[in-house]
């Protein structure tokens, strides 16, 4: 008699390896569900590959569910990695591809204990396929050309399908599994970005009905403060913003959705009667011209270099967004030429998502210590096990002071999810609270400084920091104050790192700051860190003397900034030179004066004259200056104050000034350089890859320079522009 074969990915096996079907030699009466009704491969690879394939099915519809339904239990890079595998997987053997396989499919199905009633989109909505590497996206681009790409930014956040008729606001939903979604529209009403009625325009009357697609977000400014609200209410804290934005649309109470503060931006139009715009673009424009929200990151190009080239530079301004976001989306702009490459089954043809390295990982807090700072502020610390975030592998996080540890609602032991952004030390964005196991305990802030035993209290009385006063005399802030003196925004003695002036203090060498400048060859050698086994100096050692001399010609504002005065960093360091252009004459000035200094300010100058009122403060000016630092500018030197009373914002790179000495030729010259665009903005400078700084620049209608105009501007003033 001819047997039906049971279906190979059957994965119940004897002590021999084979599979159900070879054991039962009978009729399969019902074809199990996600899974191919394919003629079995009885070899060991066979049973192999198809056994793979359902594990990594089956964790890839656990994951995908938990995501878009509750708690996501991996960072985002290992569910990507997973779904790539299971994507190749179906690749190289294609009787894996099922019909529903995880490959094919949008989204997740609505729960069913979902308490939201279950919607159908008007269009289907459909995913984006990724890329993760240039190569990658080149390979999609050669096989998508167009005249025009849009580039935009991947918010990370929950998708919402709003649909409005004769232009009120009739429905939103979820995205669900793509057709079928949870009706948010109660919520969606109190989410302020959302417009309850559209706005018609001359160019762009309001369809009879329009279906808007967007993300739903917390910005990352207003995520702390959800927080807060949510742990003084005896909730657990969200792990990031994405996660409180998820939970937020889904909440039952519109009234508490309305502090979660969450906004939309617009991304998409799914059906439409009465709106047939030529672009995506065109799009954009009428959503925004209805007040929609759109994103003010969304550019159009005209080539494939243009499109790496944006990739590239949100690269570097990841978090320059007011939202979070973890890559960019590519979009054929001609909506012809969209409808003519079509679609998959889970995601257009037309676009593509290129996603960065990730920047949030998940890992456990070990412990949590504390450091005393250069001003003798005490901070605690997160001590986790060795975790790889955005390319490098990290062990610590800042977690700035106790009320922060409080507000973070982490305990020792939690999972933890910790974010790296480029070089700026770890963070941890907050617990894995709902996989506690009871074991974890709370942080106890110390009473006494870890370093030097002194009692610790706050500085005054309402401050959340508490200091160690010995600062004279503790090895802790010795150091600090040490490495900080030594860093780039400061003295920038290369050779001279934590472990240097580590050595340096605990050994004795030097007693403070203020013996810098005596080092000799003779004290180098006494020195652990650079000596060799020999006792003689080594490379380091020849290059922190030579350092010490360059640095004693530093310009005024570095020797201003290497006082370790509270409050007074580079800004306001370069903004007390260019006032009073030496030391003598700012410990001579009035704290009304000082305060009057443009970026300086009452707080700022009450600090400056509480530390010259400390004679072992003065005692190392006068060391610096027996030593030959120079304690004021030359006003030959000088520049010609050609901005004076002027800001202005500079954006993308400059062939001719780095971050840093651009900064330094507006403020050297008596302009302000202001790090966002506003209508008190006077010029913006933009280079190669200027970015959305320069489209809002557009908007306020305030004049962009290129490199060349801002040298003029630079050399002759306003006046030379014309």
């Known amino acids: 008699m001819a047997r039906t074969p049971l279906n190979p990915l059957v994965v119940a096996q004897d002590p021999a390896g084979r599979c159900a079907d070879c054991i039962v030699g009978g009729v399969d009466n019902a074809k199990t569900d996600n899974t191919p009704a394919a003629t079995p491969d009885h070899g060991s690879d066979g049973h192999r590959l198809t056994a793979r394939w359902q594990e990594l099915a089956d964790q ?50 609505v729960p069913d204990s979902s308490t939201f009633d279950n919607v159908e989109h008007l269009e289907r909505m459909l995913s984006l396929d990724n890329v993760f590497s240039p190569a990658e996206l080149e390979g999609w681009l050669a096989r998508t050309p167009a005249a025009t790409y849009l580039t935009e930014l991947k918010i990370d956040g929950l998708s919402i399908d709003v649909i409005y008729k004769d232009g009120r606001l009739w429905r939103a ?22 417009p309850h009625q559209l706005t018609a325009s001359d160019e762009f009357p309001v369809p009879d009905v329009v279906e808007v697609r967007g993300e739903v977000f917390i910005r990352v400014a207003d995520f702390p403060a959800v927080n807060t609200r949510r742990i003084a209410e005896g909730a657990a804290p969200f792990a990031n913003p994405r996660n409180a934005a998820a939970g937020s649309l889904r909440m039952k109470n519109p009234e508490e959705v309305k502090k979660r503060r969450l906004k939309m931006i617009c991304h998409g139009i799914g059906a439409s009667v009465g709106f047939s715009p030529a672009s995506q673009y065109e799009a954009y424009r009428a959503l925004a011209a209805w007040g929609l929200p759109v994103s003010p990151y969304t550019e159009a190009v005209q080539s494939a270099e243009q499109v790496l080239d944006k990739v590239a530079w949100w690269a570097d301004h990841r978090h320059d967004a007011v939202h979070e976001m973890d890559g960019v989306v590519i979009k054929v702009d001609d909506l012809a030429e969209q409808k003519a490459l079509g ?10 998502a290129y996603k960065y390295p990730p920047e949030e990982v998940n890992t456990r807090l070990e412990d949590i210590w504390t450091g005393v700072g250069r001003t003798g502020r005490v901070t605690p610390f997160a001590v986790m096990r060795p975790v790889k975030v955005a390319g490098s592998v990290v062990q610590m996080a800042t977690l700035h002071n106790q009320s922060e540890v409080k507000r973070k609602g982490v305990l020792i032991g939690d999972e933890v999810t ?24 709370a942080f106890i802030f110390p009473q006494l400084c870890p370093e030097c035993g002194t009692r610790l209290k706050p500085a005054k009385k309402d401050d959340v920091d508490y200091r160690c006063p010995n600062t004279r005399h ?27 002036a580590d050595d340096l203090i605990r050994r004795g060498i030097i007693g403070d700051e203020a013996d810098l400048f005596t080092l000799t060859e003779k004290k180098l050698r006494t020195s652990a860190v650079y000596t060799d086994a020999a006792g003689k100096l080594t490379a380091a050692g020849t290059g922190l003397l030579a350092n010490l001399e360059q640095a004693k010609h530093k310009d005024l504002w570095r020797v201003i900034a290497a006082l370790s005065i509270r409050h007074v960093g580079p800004t306001a360091a370069r903004a007390l030179a260019a006032r009073w252009h030496s030391v003598d004459n700012i410990a001579a000035a009035s704290e009304q004066d000082l305060a009057a200094t443009d970026g300086v300010g009452p707080v700022i100058a009450a600090s400056i004259k509480q530390w010259f009122t400390i004679d072992w403060h003065t005692r190392i000016i006068d060391a610096w200056r027996r030593a030959g630092v120079v304690m004021e500018d030359n006003p030959a030197e000088r520049a010609e104050q050609t901005l004076d009373g002027l800001t202005i914002v500079a954006t993308g790179s400059l062939e001719g000034f780095t971050r840093d000495s651009v900064k330094e030729a507006i403020i050297s010259r008596g302009g302000k350089a202001a790090g966002s665009v506003s209508k008190k903005t006077d010029y913006v400078v933009a280079g190669t890859n200027a970015g959305s700084k320069a489209t809002k620049a557009e908007q306020l209608g305030v004049p962009i320079l290129d490199e060349n105009q801002f040298v003029l501007l630079l050399d002759k003033g306003p006046g030379a522009l014309g």
């Open 60 to 109: 890839v519809r656990h994951h995908r569910q938990a995501y878009y339904n509750a708690q996501p239990e991996i960072p985002d890079a290992d569910f990507d990695a997973l779904f790539r595998e299971l994507e190749q997987l179906e690749k190289d053997h294609p009787q894996l591809a099922v019909e529903d396989s995880p490959t094919r499919q949008v989204g997740a199905p």
């Open 173 to 194: 939903a979820t995205r669900g599994d793509g057709r079928i979604g949870e009706d948010v529209t109660a919520n969606a009403r109190v989410i302020e970005s959302i």
């Open 343 to 352: 679609a998959t089954s889970r995601a257009p043809r037309w676009a593509i």
């Open 418 to 441: 910790v974010r790296k952004a480029g070089e700026v030390i770890p963070e941890i964005l907050g617990p894995r609270a709902d996989i506690r196991d009871g074991s974890e305990r």
């Open 474 to 500: 503790c090895p802790g802030q010795l150091v600090s104050r040490l490495s900080y003196i030594a860093g780039r925004g400061v003295f920038d003695i290369e050779d001279l790192g934590d472990k240097g």
